[in-house]
């Protein structure tokens, strides 16, 4: 079978919006329903996060989402059963998984790999997996599973890493908006808009979406606009949290996003 | 050396540099420029100028000899305790603002757990006139409130960690963020010898000053550099490094680190990290951590808010794995006992931590001409509320 991930962005070169949601959250049994709303409307790509006590990248409301999921009593094994269901129920658009190394490490991350491939996951993001260790240890295991694998870069990133991440990347890259950590913001700035102009120049041979900050349709058509889609975060997260009616409430959020925008 | 760090910043299966990529270019920067930064001759000049001249250094080997008697054995207190600021902690900040210096950076940001390093950082900011701010657990600015004055009576602005247990570690996840938000003026000073690669080597340089003193002032006072035991208590494990440094490679020289047990090891209430702990990532190293089945951190605890840590340096976790040092443990209740011990015995009231590693002398059977060095890691200033609370004195 191919991968999700590349066959998408093989036909969708533009708009394509990536979702992140943390696993158990709201409530434990949450994580499909969500998926499943988020499919009906129109998501392109499914981002779940694996909750960590320490999520030192993340900013208070992916934090607070992390501690909930956690008490909830998420954890890795629960969340590859829930992503099997997800993928029983009919949900065909790329899953991916991102979470810190310590829960993944403890799992054991071969059999990480080869179980989240056979729970229908398409890719992951190991934010904190250094770069030579993913090409020495566990490259050939991601291709042989047919998992795709994410590194985020970030406005401070060299042009020489960004190059070296492209060249052992599969699918596509993740461009940090900003230099910080997760969490809704309002408006890109000038050097924000250059580092996406370059990133572009550089012509990679992967594409790119832009994440954290992204809050709404404004910011996501204009992030969108400078690479193949965008990723929304923390603003779903809020969504989430506040929400009486997950499948109403999210149909609403994506169809506000996903609409082109009127003049 | 056989216990150094190697060129991928690994000891054995531990260290390397797990990071977040929005980190990556300063860790790198770091990493690409420390070694030449510190040997270069201005930099070695103004670090042994400030040691010498603002710390106090050297710091006197004192020999115990009413706790000689007591262990019977020959105990000598390497007296960290008498740093300027008082403990050792200042050995690395004097180092590490230096770096900053060189490095152009015109911020720092520390965490803290005792506030020992907080006032350390603090300290060295306010000579160099740079801003700094301090992230410190809620729980700990509590009980520690006299380290919380100093800092602010020192300029420096202190920022309470609110997340997960509200100490160290979630200070550290706190000073962490705010280097990621603050990518390109600010230099974090990680207070021990945690963290991603090269911090563990880069803290454990500058602390190392006190074995290299140690072997000087042995060879002086018996005529021999080496000493049969070295005692030190391990919060992150900077004050071990140190005193252990040099005497890595002799490996006659018993060297036992002292991990605090809290209410008991297998109580649920310690911080005893190589009894507990397991392989994992955290705070960008890989090292042995205190974690649940699922990998999530276990919140440590100990009396002691520099030991209450659920990690250790990468450098130890290996140094436990291969059998050079010898990890032991001291509760809570032996450690103020320890503590109070030594005001009585010598006149000195020690920090707690270094009262973690007074109390596990109590578990060796020395031989009577064994020559014992204690760390003394700090004083015990900071910790006269939790004296005066215990009160069996
Ligand atoms: C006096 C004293 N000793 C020991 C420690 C523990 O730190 P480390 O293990 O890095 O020496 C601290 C930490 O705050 C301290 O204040």
């Known amino acids: ?263 | 050396m056989k216990y150094a760090v190697d060129n991928r910043g690994y000891y054995g299966r531990f260290g390397g540099a797990y990071i977040p990529e929005m980190l990556y270019p300063n860790v790198e920067e770091l990493r690409t420029r420390y070694l030449d930064i510190l040997q270069q001759e201005d930099f070695r000049r103004e670090f042994d100028d400030l040691l010498r001249n603002y710390v106090g250094r050297p710091t006197p080997l004192y020999h115990a000899k009413r706790l000689s008697e007591a262990c019977n054995a020959h105990v000598y207190l390497k007296r960290e305790d008498l740093c300027h600021t008082g403990a050792h902690k200042v050995n690395n900040t004097i180092g590490q603002i230096l770096v900053a210096k060189h490095l152009g950076k015109q911020k720092i940001i520390a965490e803290t757990g005792a506030g020992q390093h907080g006032v350390a950082t603090a300290t060295v900011c306010a000579l160099m006139g740079m801003e700094c701010i301090v992230y410190m657990g809620e729980v700990d600015m509590a009980r520690q409130r006299p380290n919380v004055e100093r800092m602010r009576i020192l300029g420096a602005t202190v920022v309470p960690a609110t997340s997960g247990s509200k100490t160290l570690k979630d200070a550290t996840n706190e000073a962490m963020r705010h280097w990621i938000n603050n990518p390109t003026d600010t230099h974090y000073i990680i207070g021990s010898v945690v963290g991603p690669h090269p911090y563990p080597d880069m803290v454990a340089r500058f602390q190392s000053v006190i074995s290299e003193e140690m072997r000087k002032q042995l060879e002086e006072a018996v005529g021999n550099p080496f000493p049969d035991y070295v005692f030190a208590c391990v919060g992150g494990g900077s004050n071990a490094a140190g005193a252990f440094y040099h005497y890595l490679n002799d490996e006659h020289v018993n060297l036992v680190a002292v991990e605090a047990a809290g209410h008991g090891i297998h109580s649920g209430e310690s911080a005893a990290t190589t009894a507990l702990g397991k392989p994992g990532v955290l705070h960008g190293s890989k090292t042995l951590l205190m974690q649940t089945e699922d990998g999530q951190v276990i919140e440590p605890y100990s009396i002691s808010a520099g030991l209450d840590y659920p990690g250790i340096g990468p450098m130890h976790a290996h140094l436990f794995d291969v059998g050079r040092v010898k990890f032991v443990s001291a509760t809570d209740d032996e450690a103020m006992k320890a503590g109070i011990e030594l005001g009585r015995l010598e006149g000195i009231i020690p920090a707690i931590e270094s009262a973690h590693a007074l109390a596990a002398l109590k578990q060796f059977e020395f031989a009577s001409d064994d020559v014992v060095v204690v760390n003394l890691s700090g004083r015990g200033d900071k910790d006269l509320e939790t004296y005066i609370r215990w009160g069996k004195y």
């Open chain 1, 1 to 263: 079978m191919k991968n999700r991930i590349t066959s998408l962005f093989a036909t969708t070169k533009k708009d394509i919006l990536n979702v992140f949601y943390t696993a158990g959250f709201p409530a434990l049994h949450d994580t499909v329903p969500i998926a499943e709303a988020l499919a009906a409307a129109g998501t392109d790509i499914i981002e779940i996060g694996i909750p960590f006590s320490d999520p030192v990248a993340d900013g208070p409301t992916i934090q607070q989402s992390n501690k909930v999921a956690l008490d909830n009593g998420m954890n890795v094994k629960l969340l590859l059963e829930q992503v099997a269901t997800i993928r029983r129920k009919g949900v065909n658009i790329p899953i991916i998984l991102m979470g810190y190394l310590n829960p993944v490490m403890q799992y054991g991350v071969e059999k990480f790999i080869v179980d989240a491939a056979q729970a229908g996951v398409d890719g992951l993001i190991l934010p904190d997996m250094p770069v030579y260790e993913y090409e020495e240890e566990y490259k050939a295991l991601f291709e042989q599973n047919n998992l795709c694998n994410t590194f985020l870069i970030s406005p401070t990133t060299s042009d020489e890493r960004i190059r070296r991440i492209d060249a052992v990347t599969e699918g596509f890259i993740y461009a940090v908006a900003a230099s910080s950590t997760t969490g809704a913001k309002s408006d890109f700035t000038s050097d924000q808009l250059a580092y996406f102009d370059k990133l572009n120049k550089m012509k990679l041979s992967n594409p790119f979406l832009i994440g954290f900050g992204i809050s709404n349709r404004d910011t996501f058509s204009r992030a969108a606009a400078h690479g193949a889609g965008a990723i929304i975060g923390s603003a779903f997260i809020n969504l989430l949290k506040s929400s009486t009616n997950l499948q109403a409430d999210i149909r609403q959020f994506i169809e506000g996003i996903k609409q082109p925008s009127r003049v």
